[in-house]
């Protein structure tokens, strides 16, 4: 919609987590940090935790993209798993043929057996749990008798759990102490600053190709910190809303004003009081006619 406008060869604020996007500010590098060097000195289990938004499922994309050819990762996205079904997915993510109804005993051996493969042939296999926090408890005792999987110098299997801070509520109930137990790394996610959330604003505006310079003044980005608290994928919400309100008034840049009419019609996310879908909507209709609503 607004692509020509600003100068931009795709759309710098979208929610969906795009590695190409990743703004390193010193948490998220810290924590990707701490990843890698736990991954090549076989920690068992690695525990990520964050609010909504922070981006776990970024952090999570880039590991993957970023660990060398010396490492096998499982990558598995669906909480809603059973004992079975995990064990079935992490086959198929090995390459491991299965049939549905082979036994437990049989689906252990094929996994230890495709393990062991990795390890002589000096691969680490990495086993990466988004949403972990649903997991049942069940679920999470299967993950912990996976990792028993071992050598007598190292783990044949490592995990790392991404989830929100329900997950530590979930590790910290008495029947999973043994996993608790085997954390050997636990970080945590937090949300940008003010400084960091203006850089944050333009570094993905850059990376889209934009070219006015600057492009949100500076009361428009504190007021979409203090009404995001640094959360990222609400400031990618409130940008990409204040972009399009400027964008229908023919402007080039986003200050204040745009920013308050996005955080307004934002309000039923952000916690306020519901005012904004109404108005919103109608300001749409009248500025781009035959617009629907589901392209806010």
């Known amino acids: 919609m607004y692509l020509q406008h600003f100068g931009f060869r795709e759309y710098p604020f979208s929610l969906t987590p795009d590695t190409e996007y990743f703004f390193g ?17 076989g920690e068992g289990f690695i525990a990520i935790t964050a609010e909504v938004g922070l981006g776990k499922t970024l952090l999570c994309r880039l590991l993957l993209r970023e660990l060398g050819e010396d490492f096998t990762t499982a990558y598995i996205p669906d909480p809603q798993l059973s004992p079975r079904t995990l064990r079935l997915a992490l086959g198929e993510e090995l390459g491991i043929s299965l049939d549905n109804d082979c036994t437990q005993d049989q689906l252990m051996g094929r996994i230890q057996q495709r393990l062991i493969e990795e390890a002589n042939a000096g691969r680490k296999v990495v086993l990466l749990l988004d949403e972990a926090h649903q997991l049942a408890p069940q679920t999470l005792e299967a993950v912990r008798l996976l990792t028993n999987l071992e050598t007598e110098k190292f783990k044949l299997l490592q995990v790392i759990l991404f ?41 993905r505006a850059s990376v889209a190709g934009g070219k006015t ?3 949100f003044a500076p009361a428009a980005i504190n007021a979409v910190y203090d009404a995001s608290g640094g959360t990222p994928r ?32 934002s309000a039923h996310v952000l916690g306020q009081p519901d005012k904004g879908w109404t108005r919103m909507a109608r300001w749409l209709a009248r500025s781009f006619p035959g617009t629907r609503r589901s392209a806010v």
Do not use: W
């Open 25 to 41: 500010n010193s948490c998220h590098s810290d924590v990707l940090n701490v990843l890698q060097v736990a991954l090549r000195s």
């Open 234 to 265: 609400l400031i990618n919400m409130l940008c990409h809303k204040a972009l399009m309100v400027a964008f229908g008034r023919g402007e080039y840049g986003v200050n204040m004003a745009h920013m308050r009419r996005a955080i307004v019609d």
């Open 163 to 203: 989830g929100q801070p329900e997950l530590d509520r979930r590790l910290a109930q008495p029947s999973l102490r043994q996993l608790r137990q085997r954390i050997g790394f636990r970080c945590t996610l937090e949300p940008l600053d003010r400084q960091a959330t203006a850089i944050y604003v333009a570094h």
């Open 213 to 215: 310079d600057p492009l």
